[in-house]
């Protein structure tokens, strides 16, 4: 099949996980033989060669605004891809819902890939919750296929609006990695740090771990993976923080990010919105113990191979990290089961195999 992917902001991923789950699938789609095209934005993609890993990129300008950068760039695909034969288009994130028309009137089957609930975030004003309540409504007719990548979303849809959609999960990576550069950069030892990995955002309780790590006793370091191009202020307030053992390092992305997770002593998932989260996935996939917000998207992931905390309880967080630090075979155990987890329930070419099956039914 000829197939194109846009809504993402492109790869080599450099942020995000709609771009990490699209660099995963992307290449084995095209060595199974289908003719892949991944469009990018020109101000966050800075990759020069025509194919990546057997996939062509297509870069093409965008507005580099908070609200306007998504539905811009998915506009201005959508538009460019008018004319190209696609056997179907994949398009990710509600938020480019009205924009699955385009291809549809060219003949071309389009599949949305929803994503969370983007309105229960907090960095979007009445407006940006607003929009994006329309966008979920504009869903459930303007693409050929809806696909939810976790079963609360899955139900959301269908309680909602009485919209079917297609349940495919994100996949997660099952070795982990021995090389340890990016440890020696940050003057980190093996099994000696805390890992949080986020966009720096307040739905995502960056502030809670920090405040929470900062009340806890041991000679374990807490490592900040992460940052955000539109929350400079919140940002800047997590770097006040005194406590030295707390380390901030920006985006990491590639071999560095995979060294952190496969090095770490626990792995710390605090978001509170959204389907399934590729850092939870990867935390997983790399052995980690995860201690995780106790919401319902992380128990349909984790189940029971992992442990929880509650943003209810004021005390939550620092109690539960504090009983991992302290009991080191708790967390031995936890790395066991959710290895068996993972392997059983998340590979990517399972993934792709359910995306693939999807495309050609779509495309007849």
Not at 77 to 99: E, G, K, M
Not at 173 to 180: A, K, L, N, Q, Y
Request: charged fraction near 25%; charge should be neutral; glycine fraction near 6%.
């Amino acid at each position: 099949m000829k197939i194109a992917i846009m809504g993402i902001r492109g790869i080599p991923a450099n942020y995000g996980g709609f771009e990490t789950f699209i660099e995963q699938m992307a290449p084995r789609l095209a060595e199974r033989g289908h003719e892949v095209t991944v469009y990018g934005r020109s101000n966050i993609i800075d990759y020069r060669e025509p194919f990546y890993k057997g996939v062509r990129i297509r870069i093409l300008p965008t507005i580099s605004h908070k609200y306007l950068d998504t539905v811009v760039h998915t506009l201005v695909c959508t538009l460019c891809s008018f004319f190209i034969p696609y056997d179907v288009v994949f398009i990710c994130n509600s938020a480019n819902a009205a924009f699955c028309i385009l291809p549809r009137l060219a003949g071309k089957p389009v599949i949305l890939n929803v994503d969370g609930l983007e309105w229960k975030r907090q960095k979007w004003n009445w407006a940006g919750k607003a929009f994006y309540r329309i966008s979920e409504f504009l869903a459930t007719f303007t693409p050929t296929a809806v696909v939810s990548d976790a079963r609360e979303v899955q139900s959301y849809y269908q309680e909602k609006f009485q919209k079917e959609s297609t349940y495919i999960p994100y996949g997660a990576p099952e070795t982990p990695v021995r090389s340890r550069e990016t440890l020696d950069r940050f003057g980190l030892e093996e099994r000696e740090y805390v890992l949080y990995v986020s966009r720096m955002e307040p739905e995502n309780n960056a502030h809670r771990v920090v405040e929470a790590f900062e009340k806890v006793k041991t000679d374990k370091k807490l490592v900040m993976v992460g940052d955000a191009p539109y929350a400079s202020d919140y940002i800047a307030g997590l770097r006040a923080t005194r406590d030295p053992r707390i380390i901030f390092t920006g985006y990491i992305f590639g071999q560095g990010y995979r060294e952190l997770q496969s090095h770490a002593y626990c792995y710390v998932q605090a978001t509170e919105v959204g389907g399934t989260h590729p850092a939870l996935l990867e935390g997983m996939g790399y052995g980690n113990c995860v201690l995780a917000n106790d919401v319902p998207e992380h128990h349909e992931v984790l189940g029971q191979a992992g442990c929880y905390f509650s943003t209810r309880e004021r005390d939550s967080l620092r109690a539960r990290l504090q009983h991992l630090l302290d009991h080191p075979l708790d967390v031995a155990r936890y790395r066991q089961v959710v290895r068996e987890r993972v392997h059983a329930r998340y590979s990517w070419d399972k993934v792709t195999s359910d995306y693939e099956a999807l495309f050609k039914k779509v495309a007849g």
